[in-house]
């Protein structure tokens, strides 16, 4: 808890004015600087020694203080962290390998401050987490244990558990059982994976038998009974799930503290939204698939006017609209997304394992009297090299707005505004972000949370004159300049002697001379294979006709 | 209702050490939250937890600690426990596969695996995808058997045992495969049908494949179907459909870079140069690195005579793909342009190195080799370049030119017999040519011959051709006056 990262706070005052000297009324006012502002490092510690991805990071004020403060998980140490300005200021173990973590403020009838509460999914739970009070101390920052929700198991089909509770008192043959449960599958019943298993390792036996006499049969046997054995001890069979993703609902984008809602995802395609006041589960929709990632559109003032997209593993998007998966609004994609965002409260951005980007309208609106379907693709970005993580950028100015951030492969974070690049942010090449949070920090409104893929955390904040609308030219892409230093470099033309300049020379001295020769060597040589060949051909009839004795 | 029973320490060694610190409690309403969940349904009673309920945990309880190194004792929690586990990774394995990071994810899969003895259906299948991609098909088809035997209705395992068929160049299996897909899934999938239209397409069904793309294209557009349309009416050489089709995909996604220079090449192909040089500068833009693109638009900058235009493209190429014949071969002839004899020289034998069976890097350094008087050299060059593509009418004319240049009349006059008699007639410059060798030869009388049939070639060629080379016209009046016509 003793380790702090570097602060560099000296940099940062200096914001406004690059070079630190106080302007000169009388100067005539100096253009503005071609080159794009700087972001500014806030903090960074290359020890922390995280893997978290952005999943397994967020933002909150925990206690409540206006002091923003970074919640991250470690999957490898099972740990959730808090770091306060740039001190790690709370460690709290895990019960098992965290999925996902999310904050959100559900709603309380508690006057006084509000405090999130932050989640995080692990195994078949959904653990709930607060923020400690205000003592005489100071701030507490110690996360505690508030309650949990236990992912309930799916229902299993009444058949299986009759066929597994007579093998459990023996008054069923295991082949009997086979059969039943084989015939149980081919009817597409869903079963638990206790029966999946008990019918491959059956098949698999089966396969191995070539002949099929007693002995194999009577080994099969054995190995199932062992199977149902060590099955059927712990009672009957169940189907249970584990959670995959986690998401919030925003009630209203602009306040950081407004009432949202927490979305648990399942590994069975379910997605489970929470009630404002986070006691129960208002709303279960069913998927084909399990969801990978999931999103909520925000900038809806209206309750209930959010689109859940949700990125699932059978490389389709599928959207929640209005309080139903909307059948129509089904985005197939060519790759499975690797990460999901929400641009305002019509359009979702899908980043592809295929290091291309598309954006689809969620809602029909009006782009510069542009008519937009739901449904419509916007437009694809194609990314120099594959996606680490991406995130939202929800800018806080003097008014919000809200841009998309991709961390690449190649040690770049670009973000976009519509398809037009707006910023771009050098990180190291081979170190790149594997997880990325766009927030408050501290008491700083527009900070980038980085996670490097070697464990190290970086918080940069958004330089404030960046231009975010994507309409000067001047800020050109930091790789278009790469091309252009690219296009600088001399062509690696090989080298010649100076005496292959001389040969080159006498041959135009005496070309003549040597086409002769050239050719007066050729016939030579044609014809002393010619002679050779009639030599062979007299010799080699003698020796063939050997041969063949 | 709180649950007390439930509650537990997470960790023993650490309830022992810091028992305030990690007895991590939680009120557990597990009972309350299952069965049938229907709307607001899932709880019987209210949660009375208050923000700071908080037991200390000193209660010793089961150890939940991983299921393989707890003894097998008969107890439900366990055995829900194992069950869970069973899935527990999925996410993780899933999120490092679309990641890219597939060694961390292989090192995970194995490690469920030898957890539950190879039972896992998606860690076999996501090992699968990543066999697959790293060129290992027959063991992937392997995999993805294992996952489907495991769960004979998942779709996404059929899917896979077929494209990995199709992979193996097994296409008519792959195509079984698939429409045994389609009967098992319950909605329409794009991907199916686009992908029983690649295998018709192998099969050279190309109606066939044709129909399924535009049913995949009815489910939902993609870039690659289309691609894959153009390709067909490519194969058949029906090039302006294909054009049609992928003018058709730009308007669904108009900054694909891929599409651009498709349709850029096709236009070169088809000779609109101008418009070629428009989508193949838009793909640039796009994507200024791509090579393919690169040395597209470099060689119609160098077509109209901007050598060092195109030596600028060439120079991102050479970066990122230095041993490309075809990119030396074009530096080689921008240095010719330029007339930098020595570097055009090196650079293209640099791309002979490269590609020494590319009859045109040959016939390239021919010309060169002409150009600075060294014949004998340019003999050798044309002469390998003509027994490779021995149907390219100007070898033979430059090889005539050469052997005339060498005094070898006789054969001169065989290279330029061969050339006309290959080309009909059509070329002036080989008449010309042809017969100035014979005037300079003292066959005065063939060299007239010749040049009447120059004279009837030069009027029948339109003006653009005659305006190429205005050297033609002088060169012409010159034999005209010496022959005295």
Redesign the interface.
């Known amino acids: 808890m003793a380790h702090a990262g570097k602060l560099m706070t000296q940099s940062y005052s200096h914001d406004a004015d690059p070079s630190g000297m106080t302007p000169n009324p009388d100067a005539p006012r100096r253009p503005k600087p071609k080159t794009p502002p700087k972001w500014l490092d806030a903090w960074s510690d290359p020890m922390a020694n995280v893997d978290a ?1 952005s ?1 397994l990071m967020d933002v909150a004020d925990l206690a409540g203080d206006g002091e923003w403060r970074l919640v991250m998980c470690s ?1 490898r140490e099972r740990k959730i962290k808090v770091w306060a300005n740039a001190r790690l200021v709370s460690e ?6 965290p ?1 996902a973590m999310r904050c959100f403020y559900a709603q309380t009838n ?1 006057g006084g401050k509000r405090k999130p509460n932050v989640a995080v999914a692990a ?2 739970c959904v ?1 709930i987490f ?1 923020g400690g ?1 205000v003592s005489a101390y100071g701030t507490n920052s110690t996360l ?10 799916l229902p299993v089909e009444p058949r299986e558990t009759e066929v597994w509770r007579r093998l459990g008192n023996d008054s069923l043959t295991i082949d009997d059982a086979f059969n039943e449960l084989a015939e149980a ?2 009817a ?1 019943a869903p079963l ?3 029966t ?2 008990f019918l ?2 059956g ?2 036996e089966l396969n191995n038998d070539n002949n099929k006499n007693g002995l194999h049969v009577n080994a099969r046997n054995k190995r199932l009974a062992a199977f149902v054995r ?2 059927t ?3 009957p069979p ?8 986690l998401g919030v609902i925003k009630h209203v984008a602009d306040d950081a503290d407004a009432v949202s809602r927490l979305i648990f995802c399942t ?1 069975d395609g379910q997605v489970h939204v929470l ?1 404002a006041d986070a ?6 929709y069913q998927l ?1 698939s ?1 969801v ?1 990632f999931v999103a909520v559109t925000t900038g809806s003032r209206a309750e209930g006017k959010h689109v859940i997209a949700c990125a699932c ?3 389709r998007v599928y959207n929640i609209v209005d309080g139903a998966v909307d059948a129509a609004l ?3 994609l ?1 790759a ?3 990460g999901l965002a929400t641009v305002g409260g019509n359009v979702v951005v899908i980043p592809c ?1 295929d290091d291309v980007v598309h954006a689809y309208a969620l809602r029909d609106h009006a782009v510069d009297g542009k008519e937009i379907l739901a449904g419509q ?1 916007l ?4 990314l ?1 090299a ?3 993580s991406v995130t939202t950028l929800d800018v806080n100015r003097q008014r919000r707005l809200e841009r998309v951030a991709f961390a690449t ?1 190649d040690g770049y974070v670009r973000a976009y505004h519509g ?1 037009k690049l707006v910023v771009t942010l050098k990180t190291d090449e081979n170190d790149p972000c ?1 997880g990325m949070r766009f927030g408050r920090f501290g008491r700083e409104e527009n900070a980038l949370v980085a996670v490097a893929a070697s464990g190290g955390v970086s918080v940069r904040i958004m330089p404030r004159r960046a231009d975010l609308t994507g309409s000067n030219e001047n800020n050109r892409d930091a790789p ?1 300049d790469e ?1 252009s230093r ?11 002697t100076k005496l292959y ?1 001389e040969q ?1 020379a006498r ?2 001295e005496f ?2 001379e ?2 002769v020769a ?2 007066k060597d050729l016939c030579r040589l044609r014809l002393n294979t010619a002679r050779a060949r009639v030599a062979a051909m007299r010799d080699g009839g003698g020796g063939g006709a050997r041969g063949g004795g | 209702q709180l649950v007390l029973g439930a509650c537990q320490a ?2 023993g060694r ?1 309830s022992r050490t810091a028992k305030r610190e ?1 007895g ?7 009972p309350m ?3 049938q ?4 349904a ?2 019987e009673s ?2 009375e ?1 208050e ?4 037991v200390d945990a000193s209660q010793p309880s089961a150890p ?1 600690a991983k299921v393989n190194i707890v003894p ?1 004792k ?3 929690s ?3 426990l ?7 990774w ?3 394995i ?2 490092l ?4 990071e597939h060694k961390e994810c292989l090192d995970l899969i194995e490690q469920v695996l030898s957890e539950f ?1 190879g ?1 896992c ?1 998606y860690p076999i299948y996501v090992k699968a995808l990543i066999k697959r991609q790293q060129g290992r098909i027959q063991e992937s088809l392997q995999l993805f058997q294992a996952a489907t ?5 998942n779709v ?1 395992n059929l899917k896979q045992v077929g494209r990995s068929l199709y992979l193996l160049g097994k296409h008519k299996a792959a195509v079984d495969v698939y429409d045994e897909a389609q009967r098992v899934s319950t ?1 329409e ?3 199916i049908w686009h992908n029983k239209g690649l295998c018709h397409m192998y099969l050279k069904q190309y109606d066939t494949s044709m129909e399924c793309f535009r049913s995949a294209n009815d ?6 179907t289309y691609r894959q349309m153009g390709k067909v009416f490519t194969l058949q050489e029906r090039y302006q459909e294909a054009i049609d089709v992928y003018l058709e995909a730009l308007e ?2 108009p ?3 891929e599409l651009l220079t498709t349709v850029g090449l096709l236009y070169l192909r088809m000779g609109e140069n101008y418009r070629a040089f428009e989508y193949l500068n838009n793909s640039l833009s ?4 791509d090579e393919k693109t690169i040395l597209a638009a470099g060689s119609i900058i160098q077509d109209h005579n901007d050598m060092d235009g195109a ?6 190429a ?2 990122k793909t ?1 041993n490309s014949a075809q990119l030396w071969n074009n ?1 080689g002839m921008c ?1 010719f342009g330029k007339r930098k004899y ?2 055009s ?3 293209l ?2 791309a002979l190195y490269l590609d020494p069976f590319e009859w045109i890097i040959a016939y390239n350094l021919g010309l060169v080799h002409l150009t ?6 340019a ?1 050798h060059f044309f002469s390998s370049s003509i027994n490779l593509k021995p149907d390219f009418v100007a070898a033979y004319m430059y090889l005539a030119v050469t052997l005339a ?4 009349f006789e054969n001169a006059c065989a290279a330029y017999d061969r050339a006309a008699e290959i080309d009909g007639g059509a070329d002036f410059t080989i008449r010309l040519n042809y017969a100035i060798t014979l005037h300079n030869g003292g066959d005065v009388e063939r060299s007239r011959e010749q040049f009447a049939e120059f004279e009837s070639a030069w009027l029948a060629a339109d003006e653009e051709s005659r305006a190429a080379d205005p050297d033609v016209e002088t060169q012409a009046e010159t034999l005209r006056r010496a022959l005295g016509v």
């Open positions: 991805t999943e999957a709290q173990g895990l019960p098992d390998a999925v508690e195994g078949n653990f607060r009070g505690r244990p508030y309650y949990k929700f236990t992912l309930p198991s599958r081919d597409g638990t994976e206790r999946l298993e491959a390792l098949e698999e060590s099955q001890v712990a009672g169940t189907r249970p799930t584990s959670a995959t993703a590994e009630s006691k129960e589960v208002s709303a279960t084909p399990a990978a593993r059978d490389n089904v985005f197939d060519e499975p997304a690797c394992a693709k437009y694809s970005l194609y120099p594959s996606v680490a492969r398809s594997v278009t091309t690219l296009a600088a470099t001399p062509l690696a033309v090989p080298k010649k300049v080159t041959e135009r070309g003549r040597m086409h050239f050719q | 997470w960790d650490k990690a991590l409690l939680c009120a557990e309403r597990a939250y299952s069965g969940m229907t709307g607001d899932a709880y209210e949660p937890v923000d700071d309920s908080y939940a097998t008969a107890n439900s366990e055995a829900k194992q069950a869970i586990a069973r899935s527990r999925n996410y993780k899933h999120i596969y679309v990641r890219h003895n039972m259906e035997a495991l769960n004979p209705h996404a909605t999938d794009w991907e489910v939902q557009r993609h870039d690659t669904f996604s900054d694909n870079p796009v994507d200024p690195r030596l600028i493209k060439y120079r991102v050479a970066v230095p530096v240095f020595i570097a020289i090196a650079c034998k640099r600075t008087g060294q014949c004998a050299s003999f240049k060498l005094d070898d």
